[in-house]
């Protein structure tokens, strides 16, 4: 069964450092997503994509992320310039695009600890 | 706006039968989902509710009500392989948005 796969599985990082999060969706799949779970905390959405473009993104989502699909299979979620709160486990999720029954399939997640 | 309210731990035994119920208020709704998490790792896809009924898959089974804002995942047959998170989670119905809005989970431990 196909599945999203998420490199690496922990990032340890500096405080101000950038980080790069990668992402394989399912490849049929049409919408591609970003979540966030901060220890002991709900799961909160970052970002959805579509068509090469962010579709919706939540207050999370400040100028310091971005997101961008740099070829036919990878989808990479960008921390510009980390901060403390930002560790958390970062879950890429995908979906094949019927709104009425799109379920959402996520990865293993990215741990990032940030220093 | 949009909250999810769900019991934060619950307890049951192997065998059991257990019932989690989540309620909800938002401003639109366009479906329900329930996700299975163990801890440390991703959530797993467990069910799917948009109109008002019961859905059985295997030893789960989701309903909802949207006029209550309600809906319960039970699980019947109870393994120790069952004690995880149980996230459920409201998307809108607003055109284009796609983004889950997830609950704090029900921690369940299945007792021998």
């Known amino acids: 069964e196909p599945e999203v796969t998420q490199t690496p599985s922990h990032q340890v990082t500096q405080m101000g450092q950038e980080v790069i999060l990668r992402c394989v969706p399912i490849?049929?799949?049409?919408?591609f997503y970003w979540y966030r779970q901060i220890l002991g905390q709900k799961v909160e959405f970052l970002v959805s994509?579509?068509?090469?473009?962010?579709?919706?993104k939540s207050e999370i989502f400040d100028d310091q992320f971005s997101v961008e699909r740099p070829d036919g299979s990878n989808f990479t979620l960008k921390i510009r310039s980390t901060k403390l709160e930002d560790s958390a486990m970062y879950f890429c999720?995908?979906?094949?695009?019927?709104?009425?029954?799109?379920?959402?399939?996520f990865g293993p997640g990215t741990r990032l600890t940030v220093l | 706006g949009q909250n999810i309210d769900q019991p934060t731990e619950m307890t049951a035994t192997e065998g059991a039968i257990v019932q989690i119920n989540c309620t909800y208020q938002?401003?639109?709704?366009?479906?329900l989902f329930w996700y299975q998490q163990h801890a440390g790792e991703a959530p797993t896809f467990l069910s799917y509710?948009?109109?008002?009924g019961l859905e059985e898959k295997g030893r789960f089974s989701s309903f909802l009500s949207r006029s209550k804002g309600y809906s319960y995942l039970l699980l019947k047959e109870l393994q120790m392989k069952d004690s995880a998170s149980y996230l459920c989670?409201?998307?809108?119905?607003?055109?284009?948005?796609?983004?889950?809005?997830f609950g704090s989970g029900t921690r369940l431990q299945v007792q021998p």
């Open positions: 989670a409201v998307r809108d119905v607003d055109m284009g948005r796609r983004a889950l809005t």
């Open positions: 999720a995908s979906g094949r695009g019927a709104v009425s029954t799109d379920t959402q399939y």
């Open positions: 994509f579509y068509n090469n473009e962010i579709s919706e």
């Open positions: 490849s049929n799949h049409l919408y």
């Open positions: 938002t401003s639109g709704f366009n479906g």
């Open positions: 509710n948009v109109l008002d």
